[in-house]
């Protein structure tokens, strides 16, 4: 991937592109782009991995991101 695509409002409330290489895998897996998320999709997978960091103490694994979660 060597084009991501934004849009104006995102840039305009600091929205800043994920670096996460768990993130960057997901949107692989899926072969997607972060354009095809929405907000809160992000932000579900950025709880996850947070969740596995902070709280369970781990670093974020794909498996059970499937499990919990499912590409509409």
């Not at 840039?11 to 998320?37: D, N």
């Not at 709880?47 to 979660?69: M, R, T």
Request: aromatic share 20%; hydrophobic share 50%; glycine share 4%.
């Amino acid at each position: 991937m060597s084009e991501i695509v934004t849009f104006i409002p995102f840039v305009e409330s600091v929205f800043r592109v994920p670096t996460s290489h768990f993130f960057r895998g997901v949107l692989y897996y899926w072969g997607i782009q972060a354009h095809h998320l929405t907000p809160n999709s992000i932000l579900h997978i950025f709880i996850f991995v947070h969740f596995c960091e902070a709280f369970v103490g781990i670093e974020p694994h794909f498996n059970p991101f499937k499990h919990l979660f499912h590409l509409n």
